[in-house]
């Protein structure tokens, strides 16, 4: 009862995260490994939990969404297919051992890269990048986002703002589109090889879907920068207390 009431609470409030600020991934992976669940098999599973609510806001913002300068909708399609299955099929093979190590170290550079999210976007937009360039660097977030997932929004905001994008309705719209994609293609593959715990996946999906939609509602209500250093804050933690357990 305690670990599904933990699950609950941390795929809601992680649900909420990402309709609002992002950084879901933060509470998803440490409550998986703490309830007992390996590593891998808790990145795969968190992946999968989060799924619906990716896919929810790509639809809502079906009517702003608009490719980067340099790309076009079919290629950022293909481009984040191939790259969310990369960085699964890495996901894969990479030990539970390996992959331990690496998680707070993971944790600590997502944790970065969401806390200097609007640095870096402010300093790398306004570029207009090659077709190979910007082909290039989606592969390469999307790979990121296919192995991890977490801060991936923030990469991907950022590298839209490098490609020339500035109207933030369409890039939110393709971060939402690109982000269901990779995971969509990232969780077959999971689920080929073995490691979702489909039970905890399954309940934590109706907790982080319901989180979505509240997250959505109450958004305007609660300040920016207070999301914003709460979820440093958490991936902080986390990621002390994976250096922690080792």
């Known amino acids: 009862m305690f670990d599904s009431a933990l ?3 941390a795929a809601f409030v992680a649900g909420a995260l990402n309709a609002v600020a992002g950084g879901g991934s933060f509470l998803t992976l440490p409550a998986l490994v703490f309830t007992g669940v390996p590593p891998v098999a808790a990145n795969a599973t968190g992946t999968v939990a989060l799924l619906p609510g990716y896919a929810a806001g790509a639809w809502g913002f079906r009517e702003d969404t608009a490719p980067p300068p340099g790309l076009s909708m079919p290629l950022v399609v293909l481009l984040s297919l191939i790259g969310g299955a990369a960085g699964a099929g890495l996901l894969l093979i990479t030990p539970d051992v390996t992959f331990r190590r690496v998680v707070p170290w993971l944790l600590l550079a997502a944790t970065a ?4 999210g609007p640095q870096l976007r402010s300093r790398l937009a306004g570029g207009h990048p090659s077709t190979a360039k910007a082909t290039v660097g989606l592969l390469a977030v999307a790979a990121y986002g296919g192995y991890f997932n977490g801060g991936l929004g923030i990469l991907l ?3 839209f703002g490098l490609l020339g994008q500035t109207q933030l309705h369409a890039m939110n719209g393709l971060k939402n589109w690109v982000s269901a994609l ?3 293609i990232a969780v077959v593959i999971y689920a080929a090889g073995g490691v979702v715990q489909w ?3 399954l309940l934590m999906m109706v907790a982080a879907t319901a989180g979505g939609y509240g997250g959505a509602r109450v958004a305007r209500r609660i300040p920016p920068q207070w999301l914003r250093a709460g979820i ?4 902080l ?5 994976f250096f922690w357990r080792q």
């Not at 890269?113 to 200097?116: P, R, V």
């Not at 933690?237 to 207390?241: E, K, L, P, R, S």
């Open 7 to 9: 699950l609950l609470t």
């Open 113 to 116: 890269l969401f806390a200097f």
């Open 157 to 159: 905001l950022a590298l």
């Open 182 to 184: 990779l995971t969509a």
């Open 199 to 201: 039970p905890q996946a």
């Open 232 to 235: 440093v804050v958490t991936g």
């Open 237 to 241: 933690v986390m990621a002390g207390i």
